[in-house]
């Protein structure tokens, strides 16, 4: 079943760290470069970074840049996404994505004090 | 960045009778590969988004038949031939010649 699962949400104060993590199956995860895609409460789909198959190439929308690091693993199956020096305008539904694959259920990253 | 730019925002149509959604990016989203990256979501009230339409008129497994794309280069449109109640929801256009994918600004569909 192809399948991709967030975790690792949760409520984080400003400033404060937290990594978020994605487990793909049922398709060759190691083949395709991989997504992260987030969500403020009430607004519209906004992307935040991109990763290719073999991790050797990054990128990332300006409003995260120097603070967001993506990565994966292959291995596992796995794409992360880690948060340093979160903001308030971080909170969001956080969804990794494959334009061809079922999004999951996503994770929730509220920051606030 | 790639601008999408969809209309009109918000969208109430009755049961049965057809809607359209247009999707305009500022750049052509035409790949050297002879394929044009644009995609069409649909997000249902409570759920996460869900692809409907792949490079501009190809279905995705399992939507039904009443959804149908099309367009080319810059200009595009999602259409329902009969809308139904369960296509309420957002729809958002997404440009993915880019890996920095970029998205239309959501059209709300509501039923009369």
């Known amino acids: 079943q192809v399948q991709l699962v967030e975790s690792g949400g949760g409520v984080v104060q400003p400033g404060r760290s937290l990594r978020l993590s994605c487990a793909a199956s049922?398709?060759?995860?190691?083949?395709?470069?991989m997504h992260w895609v987030r969500q403020a409460p009430g607004k519209g789909l906004e992307w935040v970074a991109v990763?290719?198959?073999?991790?050797?190439?990054?990128y990332y929308a300006d409003s995260v840049k120097g603070r967001f690091t993506i990565s994966r693993d292959n291995s596992k199956n796995t794409l992360y996404l880690q948060m340093n020096s979160l903001r308030a305008e971080d909170t969001a539904v956080y969804y990794c994505?494959?334009?061809?694959?079922?999004w999951g259920q996503g994770t929730l990253v509220t920051v606030s004090s | 960045d790639i601008v999408m730019t969809q209309t009109p925002l918000s969208l109430s149509v009755t049961p049965g009778q057809p809607a359209s959604i247009s999707c305009k990016s500022s750049?052509?989203?035409?790949?050297?590969?002879?394929?044009?990256?644009l995609y069409w979501y649909l997000q249902k009230p409570g759920q996460s988004p869900q692809l409907l339409i792949y490079?501009?008129?190809s279905r995705f497994s399992g939507v039904p038949d009443r959804f149908s794309g099309s367009g080319s280069g810059t200009d595009f449109t999602l259409k329902i031939s009969r809308v139904e109640a369960e296509d309420v929801g957002v729809y958002y256009c997404?440009?993915?010649?880019?890996?920095?994918?970029?998205f239309g600004q959501g059209t709300k569909v509501e039923i009369k």
């Open positions: 049922g398709f060759t995860f190691s083949s395709y470069g």
């Open positions: 490079e501009v008129s």
């Open positions: 997404m440009q993915g010649i880019h890996l920095t994918w970029t």
């Open positions: 990763i290719s198959y073999d991790g050797s190439n990054k």
């Open positions: 994505a494959k334009t061809t694959v079922p």
């Open positions: 750049q052509s989203l035409l790949h050297s590969d002879g394929k044009t990256y």
